[in-house]
């Protein structure tokens, strides 16, 4: 049994392989290069724990006999929710070398995000850590306690520290394992923010993510002496590939695991580890920044990145002098497409722009709403195509439909200009999203939460401008009165949505303004909630 994706056109599928993007190898080849002495060296740190490159092939070789045994099979998916822990890797490539394809949900998801994962994969399996009872519940129910598999405390033995939730322990298959599996086809489903209400997958073949792996290793000069910190969620395409915990792999370098990137956190771990590189978002870029001097010895760090949502060129301006490390700018998307400001690009780039694609074969095009070319230096809206980018979100024929041309393009929803030079600069959204500091929200999603509560008559959820998040959520909400806040936030977080999903700020109205054609009128709300928003600000100083 394989995944249905749509394919790329075969003259195109043709000219990536002619070129040397795609090469038949799976995406496990990241780890099992490295033979003989290589394999010696640290692929991850994590606590007091060191995993050679040996282990993290053995280790996940042996947990894939163990899924075996239990019956998965190519073709079979997975549902992953695991912490920034080593085993999120040993996972990860067991699956992978078993060909069952997984979704890594982010470790901030909650009942409501794994539901609806689980509704669109019917997940054989699932991964979670023992102690969340409420998604070892949900998963129990869903998958049956003989295919959920737990993560409890640290083992010095990497999967010593997995169990069946039936009480079993890893039993390994010592039949011979099944032919490797299609590099064309999909290795994993990553996760889009999403803005239709309904969380979309992504699949993404072996072929078209080595292929993001290996040429973001080139463009950002990676090799074995790089130390790289894990400190945003693992799973996120942008701490996974761009170039990622999976190029720090192929580069034969060193991940160094972080819970979360607190200054608190990730300082001492620079420090003992002599890390090099990092990567974050830009409210975490601030926080690094105030807390940076403060006696934490940084002067290993080489590179900062910065990703998943635009970064202030004033912030930008701040990194060589208070980190003593260059930047580079990412801006990236799990569709595909990642652009980057290349390191030896001048000061005025790297600071103002988010970076230009990184293989000769993206195609881009920035179209006004009537689908012509803008101007040049002109804003309008990304679309694209190439050797990584898919072809179509999941099992969602009607919305593939509307953000794919008939020629291939993806319609990113971003707005964007291009710089003298060449390079990318981000300056808006078409997109009825929030992008809160990198995490994004589906306003739809929320609203469409609310609405199911007996008070809400309707609901609208927009983004107001944020000092430090670059937004934060605010809901508009017809709900008589009386209705609170805290009610509307318990109701949120009893239906086991993401804590980040949660709306920051509350308006009760009597009314939603609507535009012409009789839908709410989302600029006015943004409109308003800048001023609101403006006016707070004004009164709390
Ligand atoms: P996702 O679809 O969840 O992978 O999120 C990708 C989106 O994040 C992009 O389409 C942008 O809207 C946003 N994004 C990522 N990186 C940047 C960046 N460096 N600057 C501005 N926006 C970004
Ligand atoms: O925000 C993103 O999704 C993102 C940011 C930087 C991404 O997917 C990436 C780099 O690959």
């Known amino acids: 049994m394989t995944i249905p994706f749509t394919p790329w056109p075969a003259a195109f599928a043709e000219r990536y392989r002619a070129e040397g993007y795609w090469t038949g190898d799976p995406l496990t080849d990241v780890i099992d290069r490295h033979r003989g002495a290589a394999a010696e060296a640290t692929a991850i740190l994590c606590g007091e724990r060191r995993f050679r490159y040996a282990d993290v092939q053995g280790l996940s070789v042996r947990l894939a006999a163990a899924f075996r045994a239990r019956g998965l099979r190519p073709g079979d998916t997975a549902l992953v929710r695991l912490p920034n822990r080593a085993e999120f890797y040993l996972v990860f490539f067991a ?4 060909g069952v394809v997984p979704v890594n949900a982010l470790n901030s998801h ?22 969340d009872q409420a998604l070892v519940a949900l998963m129990t129910q869903t998958v049956g306690p003989e295919r959920l598999l737990l993560l409890g405390a640290p083992s010095d033995d990497g999967i010593g520290g997995f169990a069946w939730a039936d009480g079993d322990a ?4 010592a039949a011979e394992p099944p032919p490797a599996a ?38 950002c000069g990676l090799d074995e002496t790089c130390r790289f910190l894990c400190a945003l969620p693992a799973p996120h395409n942008f701490t996974l590939s761009s170039p990622g915990a999976l190029g720090v792999f192929h580069a034969g370098g060193t991940v160094v695991m972080a819970g979360d990137p607190s200054p608190a956190t990730c300082f001492p771990l620079i420090a003992r580890h002599r890390v090099t590189w990092a990567a974050l978002v ?13 006696g934490e010895d940084l002067s290993s760090l080489e590179v900062v990145q910065v990703g998943g949502a635009k970064l202030s060129p004033a912030v930008a301006e701040r990194v060589p002098e208070r980190l003593c490390c260059r930047l580079q700018q990412v801006f990236g998307m799990a569709e595909g497409l990642v652009n980057y400001t290349r390191l030896d690009d001048d000061p005025w780039t790297v600071v103002n722009t988010q970076g230009r694609p990184m293989s000769p074969d993206d195609e881009i095009r920035i179209l006004d709403a009537a689908g012509h070319p803008v101007p040049p230096g002109a804003v309008g809206e990304l679309w694209t195509r190439g050797p990584y980018t898919f072809r179509g979100y999941y099992k969602a024929e009607a919305h593939n439909a509307r953000v794919f041309d008939a020629e291939g393009f993806y319609c990113s929803g971003d707005l964007v200009s291009l710089a003298p030079g060449g390079n990318l600069v981000v300056c808006g959204r078409n997109k009825d999203q ?27 959820v927009v983004a107001m401008p944020d000092a430090l998040m670059g937004e934060r959520s605010c809901a508009f909400v017809i709900a008589p009165p009386g209705t609170k806040p805290s009610e509307l936030r318990r109701f949120l977080r009893g239906q086991g949505l993401a804590d980040f999903k949660l709306p920051d700020r509350f308006v009760f109205v009597p009314d939603l303004p609507k535009t012409a054609v009789g839908k709410v009128d989302k600029q006015t709300l943004r409109e308003r909630a800048r001023k609101d928003n403006a006016l707070m600000e004004t009164t709390a100083s």
């Open 95 to 98: 699956l992978l070398r078993c």
């Open 110 to 131: 909650g009942v409501y995000e794994l539901t609806a994962y689980a509704r669109q994969i019917e997940p054989a399996l699932a991964v979670l850590p023992a102690a």
């Open 170 to 173: 890893l039993a390994e298959d």
């Open 182 to 219: 299609d590099p064309s086809g999909v290795a994993f489903f990553q996760l889009s923010g999403g803005s239709t209400g309904t969380p979309k997958l992504i699949p993404r073949t072996h072929d078209d993510y080595l292929y993001s792996v290996r040429r973001s290793v080139e463009i």
């Open 282 to 294: 830009p409210p975490m870029l601030s926080v690094w920044l105030e807390a940076a001097g403060g």
């Open 434 to 460: 929030i992008n809160r500091g990198g995490e994004k929200i589906d306003a739809q999603e929320v609203e469409d939460l609310l609405a199911a509560h007996p008070a809400v008559g309707h609901a609208a």
